[in-house]
């Protein structure tokens, strides 16, 4: 009898094949990209659909190109040789240190707080004090869609004038403690992903929202090569433009958005059921956008986790473990960054697994993953 195949992730991106008649006058308009009416037709419902209305946004190409753009906008009356730090988390996946080295800046690494697995706030503060004069910016990450404390970091960024970006890949559809869409109202710039691996995706894209109107339309000019004025660079620059195709696909996903998140969180919520032994994320908000299930083993399987996956992908179960190595175990960052302690990330990620969590998983599916999972584990102690 053949074991049935479960992937570790499957991509939500809605068919071009059943957005012919959009394409059809796509094609007539003959407008592809450039901030077209499609893109702003979705940067619109983006807003009032998962931000109650409030604030801008604009779509970028790749949610990598909006971080290395907002970290240049923040910082861009900074001085690299003398405020050369970015405080950043080492639990977090490549793109945001290479975003800060991009930027012209140094990843300064923290450490994160051992039960909602985001940047602790002490660990910044202490490297706030250490590094004293000479951060320029503070870029915590919305860990696996987790909501992290914005009044936190509205609040921080006023009493020390230094400017906070959000990573938030994974939160499209998270929801904050208030039950509002996570970083609705907030000044900071907050940079979601729409990749193929994500909740909602497109195949390559992204976009960034804050409640600062001034903000974004400088980002919407930084991503036009930087013409502030008809074709007169005002600004860094490069493209960042989303193209209208990604724009339509990024329309069409929006109708399904909130159906999709509730059918995974139904998902998560029986993965807790059904593993009461093992450790969870805290969550921080009402609702987390969740792109794959991270758990971590308890201690008496931890060392034993490359078997455990092993045995996961004998039984045709995808598995990953994000985020380990964290950036400050990749050999190009601990070359190009400053580590704080990391004594919680470490430990973190020597035990972490991902398990799968897409939006067409069964119940059934749920149990086979959780029963292989817990025989996986306890074959390596026996």
């Known amino acids: 009898m053949s074991l049935p195949e479960i992937s570790f992730i499957r991509s939500n991106i809605p068919k071009i094949s059943q957005l012919s008649e959009s394409v059809i006058a796509m094609e007539n308009s003959g407008i592809y990209t450039n901030y ?3 893109n702003q037709k979705f940067e619109k419902r983006l807003v009032e659909q998962m931000f109650g209305g409030v604030g801008q946004c604009v779509t970028v190409c790749n949610a990598t190109i909006g971080l290395m753009m907002a970290l240049k906008y923040v910082t861009r009356h900074t001085s690299p040789e003398r405020q050369r730090y970015i405080i950043m988390p080492s639990f977090t996946f490549a793109a945001a240190a290479h975003a800060v080295l991009w930027a012209g800046f140094v990843p300064l690494l923290c450490d994160i707080d ?11 503060q202490a490297l706030l004090q250490q590094y004293k004069g000479q951060v320029a910016a503070i870029f915590p990450y919305a860990t696996f869609g987790n909501a992290a404390d914005m009044a936190y970091y509205t609040e921080l960024e006023r009493h020390t004038g230094i400017p906070v970006v959000i990573d938030a890949a994974a939160s499209l559809g998270a929801r904050d403690s208030q039950g509002r869409g996570f970083g609705q109202g907030s000044p900071h710039a907050i940079i979601c992903s729409l990749h193929a691996t994500k909740t909602m995706g497109i195949g390559e894209g992204g976009f960034i929202y804050a409640n600062n109107p001034e903000m974004i339309e400088a980002l919407r000019a930084m991503g036009n090569f930087g013409f502030g004025q008809v074709r007169h660079a005002t600004m ?85 473990t994000y985020f380990s190595p964290h950036l400050h175990e990749q050999s190009y960052f601990a070359a190009n960054s400053v580590a704080g302690d990391l004594s919680a990330t470490t430990a973190l990620a020597a035990s972490i697994v991902s398990l799968p969590l897409w939006h067409e998983m069964t119940p059934e599916m749920v149990h086979y993953v959780c029963r292989e999972f817990r025989a996986a584990c306890h074959a390596q102690i026996v």
Not at 114 to 124: C, G, L, N, R, T
Not at 286 to 307: D, G, I, M, N, S
């Open 114 to 124: 051992p039960q909602d697995w985001m940047a602790s706030h002490d660990a910044e």
């Open 36 to 38: 077209g009416p499609i």
């Open 236 to 320: 860094p620059g490069l493209n960042s433009k989303l193209p209208e195709i990604g724009a339509l696909l990024a329309l069409s996903g929006l109708e399904q958005l909130d159906a999709v998140v509730e059918k995974k969180c139904s998902i998560e919520r029986l993965y807790y059921d059904l593993l009461p032994e093992f450790t969870f994320q805290r969550p921080r908000g009402t609702r987390t956008a969740y792109q794959f299930l991270p758990v971590r083993l308890p201690a008496q399987y931890a060392p034993h986790r490359r078997a455990i996956l092993e045995r996961m992908k004998q039984r045709r179960i995808g598995t990953s």
